[in-house]
């Protein structure tokens, strides 16, 4: 249903509600893997089940749709797993990848707050930044935190790519956009990554005069490209959507 709505698009709020109650049991949320990885110089990273977007370029796989997948997990136990790959292996870094992270905000919150009280590890919390755009109140809820960092993955620069390349109607390319003004407004430390594969030089120029309004000038000095990382199904998805990237990596 969801892909076949991508001319018009779904609305992305919404369907984070409807994954939500399938992902989350009161505190508890669903991971599908728990892992060590080298970005960031080393983290360790909690991989979630479910995402809000339906990227066409996704390298997340089933656990992304496929809500069955995966096991709960309550805060308390997210915070062992992540500290010991953690601790083992020397990393400064934990993060949580994958799907969506801020579907489960309230799980969320409390596991960056047993980080805060009980380790020196930074935080790093990768979005799409739709939910955070929506709701001003969960980046006034992360402006609490101290050693949290924000990566906002933003995936086009024009509300007719954004609908190509995620399924999510245009009304909602300014989400991220906004998430990025709540996080300045906010003092949350955060930095974007843009998904530049795709549009061309003016529509990104155009973005990114977008985002110095709703920053301020600093943020383009920790502007970060997004590798597209073209794997077979990613591949197949987007010859179908007769998607054409101005630049890709292989897998190996
Ligand atoms: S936002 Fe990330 S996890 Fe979600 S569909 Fe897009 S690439 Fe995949």
């Given at each position: 249903m969801i892909e076949g709505s991508r001319i018009r698009g779904f609305d992305p709020v919404r369907l984070a509600e409807m994954i939500e109650q399938r992902v989350v049991s009161g505190s508890r949320r669903k991971y599908y893997r728990f892992r060590g990885s080298r970005f960031y110089g080393g983290s360790a990273v909690g991989d979630v089940v479910g995402c809000n977007l339906r990227c066409a370029?996704?390298?997340?796989?089933r656990p992304r749709d496929d809500v069955r997948l995966g096991f709960l997990v309550s805060p308390e136990e997210a915070y062992r797993r992540l500290d010991s790959i953690a601790k083992t292996r020397g990393y400064k870094y934990v993060r949580l990848s994958g799907g969506e992270p801020t579907i489960g905000f309230n799980h969320l919150g409390r596991l960056i707050e047993l980080f805060e009280q009980n380790s020196s590890y930074t935080f790093i919390l990768e979005t799409n930044g739709v939910l955070m755009g929506a709701r001003r109140e969960y980046v006034r809820v992360l402006?609490?935190?101290?050693?949290l960092h924000v990566r906002v993955s933003i995936k086009a620069c024009s509300p007719e790519l954004f609908t190509k390349l995620t399924?999510?109607?245009?009304?909602?390319?300014?989400y991220p956009i906004r998430a990025v003004k709540h996080l300045a407004d906010y003092g949350v430390s955060f930095h974007v990554a843009i998904?530049?594969?795709?549009?061309?030089e003016a529509c990104w120029a155009q973005l990114l005069e977008r985002l110095v309004d709703a920053?301020?000038?600093?943020?383009l000095e920790n502007i970060e490209v997004e590798p597209l990382v073209l794997y077979p199904p990613a591949k197949r998805r987007l010859r179908l959507l007769g998607l054409k990237p101005r630049f890709y990596y292989e897998p190996r």
């Open positions: 370029f996704c390298w997340t796989g402006s609490g935190f101290r050693r399924g999510a109607s245009p009304d909602f390319y300014e998904f530049a594969a795709f549009g061309d920053a301020g000038p600093d943020l």
